[in-house]
């Protein structure tokens, strides 16, 4: 008689996810909010929400992922920042709202469950939750044997945040005469990561550990810094400060993303060289030999957040961002649109 098959026989160890559930909760425990119930480890997480202080609370989300920069994790053997990455991509998604985050999910997959990994991705997403101020309040770890090459996994984030209806930032207010304050960027963050692996890997055939000269660094370091969280800062900011347009840098970089909150009447004038564009980005361009309208509609270029001010308060919104530790410059302005010309131009 043939023995007796097992889930584990198949690739499925649930003595080892049980043991990984375990972990996750002392790791969940460091990311406290006031509103959580529970613990990790039931079939959904809980959040009790305290509104005695918004008079209309609209609940806001965001699901999103950090794409192939998993390819950089997967090359070093490093995965305790990813999971930053992904949690910024979800809450400064929702903080473009006025939001304030709230509590944070993550879906991970992978092929053969290793614990070590695992935990190192877990305990970068409870570093991003600690970052935004929200909890991580559940999620999921799925080992699915034969859907991904040995070593790979994937990763997803959720996450809610909540704001007073009338508190929503929506790009309504913007007219002609605000400028544009652009914050800085850590990096490449999460996107564009298709190019730079062709760039890096292929066409010029560096390893994750090649020492670059003009960057001072290995590039593996380089391309897996962390996604900034902008979600202290910026509701800091808008506590006192007129902001009536966010405009996250993402999937698209400063061309198409800023369009997302302007109103059709209106269009914005980039001054290019008005900010300091960080390294790794000439490197990249100068290495791919990739024109510079592609490189703005890729890459964030160094501005990971741009908030749209009036005018009379730009100054007081720059010199609040430098107390509050970011790094701002002013690089356009709004003007009144006519016709069906572009919503965004570029101005030497």
């Known amino acids: 008689m043939s023995k007796p098959l097992t889930y584990a ?92 985050p709230l509590f944070f999910l993550d879906y991970f997959s992978i092929g053969k469950l290793e614990n070590d990994v695992a935990s190192a991705v877990i305990q970068g997403v409870a570093e991003g939750c600690r970052q935004a101020q929200c909890a991580l309040i559940g999620g999921e770890t799925a080992e699915m044997p034969g859907l991904y090459a040995e070593g790979e996994y994937d990763l997803a984030g959720f996450s809610v945040g909540i704001v007073d209806n009338e508190k929503i930032i929506d790009g309504s207010s913007i007219r002609g005469g605000h400028q544009l304050v652009g914050i800085a960027s850590s990096g490449l963050h999460s996107n564009g990561f298709s190019l730079v692996r062709k760039i890096c890997f292929d066409t010029l055939g560096l390893k994750v550990d090649s020492f670059v000269e003009s960057l001072n660094a290995a590039i593996g370091d380089i391309l897996l810094t962390p996604t900034r969280i902008y979600v202290d800062s910026v509701l800091s900011l808008i506590k006192d400060q007129p902001v009536h347009g966010l405009s996250h840098i993402t999937g698209g970089g400063i061309t198409e993303n800023i369009v997302r909150v302007l109103p059709q009447a209106c269009k914005v004038c980039i001054r290019k060289g008005s900010w300091d564009i960080p390294p790794v980005f000439t490197f990249l361009q100068e290495a791919g030999n990739v024109e510079l309208h592609e490189m703005h509609r890729t890459f964030n270029m160094g501005i990971g957040m741009v908030a749209i001010v009036p005018e009379k308060a730009t100054a007081d919104v720059m010199d609040r961002l430098r107390i509050l530790g970011e790094q701002a410059f002013i690089i356009g302005d709004v003007v009144e649109r006519t016709g069906d010309e572009p919503q965004v131009m570029w101005m030497d």
Request: net charge neutral; proline share 2%; charged share 20%.
């Open 9 to 100: 026989d198949a690739g499925v160890d649930i003595d080892k996810a049980n043991s990984l559930v375990q972990t996750i909760k002392k790791i969940a425990n460091n990311t406290p909010r006031s509103g959580v119930m529970g613990e990790i480890g039931g079939f959904c997480g809980l959040f009790s929400l305290n509104l005695s202080n918004i008079e209309r609370p609209v609940l806001v989300s965001s699901t999103d992922g950090v794409g192939t920069k998993l390819k950089i994790a997967f090359m070093t053997g490093r995965h305790d920042t990813i999971g930053i990455d992904l949690v910024a991509m979800c809450v400064n998604d929702i903080l473009v709202q006025g939001a304030k």
